[in-house]
């Protein structure tokens, strides 16, 4: 990374000192006070906007001011003139709740009027009860459920020096938050791959709801921080000039964490120090005590409001780029699909592996993380195309990797590896992360918080789907992991049915601007006839037409093959049936293609190697919509958890194999036989 770039400040009376990159302000003590001063006024705004909403986190936003303070406006390089400046530093509050004051300290940094503040928590504000990148300007990630913060900023961190950028990555903690596991898979994931430009600030205040932080949480924080590879420094957080002489030492190849001591409450005297205040607000004559504490702190300090608003300006770094990432545009190449043969049999996730190499060689920003499964999530040979990432050096060697290698190991920290990729799309990324399916269940916070509602582009690949996996029994087959991710706003949900389908669905994911989740087979499937090319807003395709169907089956992924083998056993009977692909989710919901291939009066049998309650709530809900339909609907899938046995025995076992499908079509006519006859639409 170069560190050559200086920034200065102008027309003030101190100094400047550079360190690697960083603005370091060596203030005299006069100047200190403009800090101070500043100080004062975020006070005052978290007492008055949290009195004026009825609710917040007075305690820990309190405690954090000087921290804020010291960021913004002598640490950090920004410029809210050019808040999408790519060469900026990124702040992220990973202890969401002390928004108030991170939207005081924005605002005095002028990102929006002060005056904003008083709409804290008010319906349709920006400013909402925890951060939202979606929202609030100058908010670079949204927070709130505490943990996640430090692999967001790894992710950012590691973006830096795949983009050749220039900046540092700050990410505060809550000393309470850091009995969360996900910050200690972030801080071994980020140590272990050398990202000196991140720095974890714990506000150390000792106390969290419940009590002392030393009621449940056993050893110093300096230690632990020590032990998993940081350089770790220790500040009073209420002093400024500890505060910049700990990020004035120089740095080692390594994350800095910066355990910086502070007190609850700070500035307002029956707060401090006292757990209650943790999600409490000041009210009636308390609050006008509070006020009054502030405003007294602030009257210490004589500042002419034109020199503040000079000082405040002259801390803004000069962002000349207005580019939000640094994203390399699509090369001239023209990825090549493999043009499989009709019943020729590869596993969904292989056919997966080989197209992301290709793709990779189109978009230059694809990145790709598993979560010790780069072989069996068919990631491998990506990975020895474009090597793995590190930019932890031995003397002049990089360890296990090189800053340009575009395959991140991610361990097995499926939570990290979540919030990793999603700081990783936040910076210009295209990540695409891999693990088997079921897994996702572990990252469902990760992926609802720091992904789907900041509608950040990550791809979520989860391989060795359903039964298919076979003798590794329950703890491997996912069924409910699908419906999950079905249900969760702003995700693109996809599960192809043969290896040519998976290449198609690949080309939109990737040029997709939205998150989106792919369900891969580990088993061999049959790649089938199929008339259609797979097409953005549809979702519902035709695999055999029957224009007279006695019956509609309806398949997803694996099942599709089953339902064509069903077909055939109809046929012998003398029963036509119709054959249907649902390869996306919400699009078979969301659109009007479902009813239109559906008939009305007739059976329908929904099979999908999952839950059985997916397809059905699909098709249900969908013909719900038309006054035409009152068709009887079948579900087929996997009711309870899954055993070990060989494919075949499962299938038979949870009535997915083509017998039992066809078994399932009979009965449906029957019962909408029943259903026509005994009832007048």
Known sequence: MNFSETFLVKDLKFSTLIIKGNMKLNFSEENLDYLRNIAAEVRYDIIDSTGRAGSGHPGGSLSSVEILTSLYFGIMRHDPRNPNWADRDRFILSKGHAAPALYSVLAHAGYFEREEMKTLRKFASRLQGHPDMRKTPGVEMSTGSLGQGLSLGAGMAAAAELNEKNYNVYVLLGDGECQEGQIWEAAEHSATIGLENLYAIVDHNRLQIDGRTREVAAGKLEKKFSAFGYRTITANGHDFSDIFEAFEKPRKNTPT????????????????????????????????????????????????????????????????EVQPHQTPPPTNHTPKKIEYKIGEEVSTRKAFGFYICELSEKYPSIVTLSADLTESTQLINFEKKYGTFSSCKLE??????????????????????????????????????????????????????????????????????????????????????????????????????????????????????????????????????????????????????????????????????????????????????????????????????LEEEIP??????????????????????????????NNTVISLGIKGFGESGDKEALYRNYNLDPESIADAAEKSIEDQKYRNKNFSY
């Open 257 to 320: 964490a910066i355990i910086a001591y502070t007190t609850k409450g700070k500035g307002v005297s029956f707060m401090e120090d006292k757990a209650e205040w943790h999600g409490k607000v000041a009210k009636g004559d308390l609050l006008e005590k509070a006020l009054k504490e502030t405003k007294t702190e602030l009257e210490k300090y004589k500042i002419d409001e034109i020199e503040m608003k000079k000082f405040i300006e002259n801390t803004w770094s000069e962002g000349k």
């Open 396 to 593: 002049t060697e990089y360890i296990c990797g090189s800053p340009k290698g575009r395959h991140f190991r991610c361990g097995i920290r499926e939570a990290d590896m979540a919030g990793f990729a999603a700081g990783l799309a936040a910076c210009g990324k295209k990540p695409v992360m891999t693990t088997f399916d079921v897994f996702y269940n572990k990252m469902i916070e990760q992926i609802r918080q720091s992904i789907a509602q900041p509608k950040l582009p990550v791809v979520m690949v989860g391989t060795h789907a359903g039964l298919g996996v076979e003798q590794d029994g329950f703890s491997h087959q996912s069924s409910v992991e699908p419906v999950i991710m079905a249900h969760m706003p702003n995700i693109d949900c996809w599960e192809p049915c043969c290896p040519s389908e998976t290449q198609e669905i690949m080309d939109i994911v990737i040029q997709s601007n939205k998150p989106s989740y792919i369900r891969l087979t580990r088993q061999d499937v049959m790649e089938i006839k199929r008339n259609y090319s797979v097409i953005p807003g549809r979702g519902v395709y035709v695999v055999n037409e029957e224009k007279n169907p006695d019956v509609v089956l309806l398949g997803s992924g694996a099942m599709v093959y089953n339902c064509l083998e069903a077909s055939k056993r109809l046929e012998k009977n003398g029963i036509k049936s119709k054959v249907l692909n649902i390869n996306n989710y919400g699009e078979a919901y969301s659109k009007k293609h």
């Open 600 to 629: 009305p009066y007739i059976g329908v049998v929904a099979v999908q190697d999952a839950s059985p309650s997916l397809l059905r709530d699909i098709v249900n809900r969908r013909l719900s919509r038309s006054p035409k339909h």
